[in-house]
Nanobody, 128 residues
Framework: QVQPVESGGGLVQAGDSLRLSCAASGRTFSSYAMAWFRQAPGKEREFVAAIRWTGGNTYYADSVKGRFTISRDTAQNTMFLQMNSLKPEDTAVYYC?????????????????????WGQGTQVTVSS
């Protein structure tokens, strides 16, 4: 059992930076990968970034490439999302997710159905 808990959301202005954290308790050594998804009002939950727990391979949505950086601290069982040059369209609830499934394709990392543990979410609001 893995329980992700997000923190670090808030209200910022366009162009500002924000760092999200996700502390994963439980049997994190069994996690194959962790990821960030986000959901804006009236929209479906969408993939933001993912990281393979062993090896650190990273994957990003095109909309955040070059602005967001995902990382993890395996000793602290914590994942981070550094968000720079924030835009109003980044406004959403950001969710941390973990999976114990073995993912074989890059596409798999972007799919919500491939993650079996989810946090409660943290609100990020970017004003223009």
């Amino acid at each position: 059992q893995v329980q992700p808990v997000e923190s670090g959301g808030g209200l910022v202005q366009a162009g500002d930076s924000l760092r999200l954290s996700c502390a994963a308790s439980g049997r994190t050594f069994s996690s194959y990968a962790m990821a960030w998804f986000r959901q804006a009002p009236g929209k479906e939950r969408e993939f933001v970034a993912a990281i393979r727990w062993t090896g650190g391979n990273t994957y990003y949505a095109d909309s955040v490439k070059g602005r967001f950086t995902i990382s993890r601290d395996t000793a602290q069982n914590t994942m981070f999302l550094q968000m720079n040059s924030l835009k109003p369209e980044d406004t959403a609830v950001y969710y941390c997710a973990a999976t114990t499934m073995y993912l074989t394709r890059s596409y798999d990392y972007t799919q919500t159905r491939k993650y079996n543990y989810w946090g409660q979410g943290t609100q990020v609001t970017v004003s223009s």
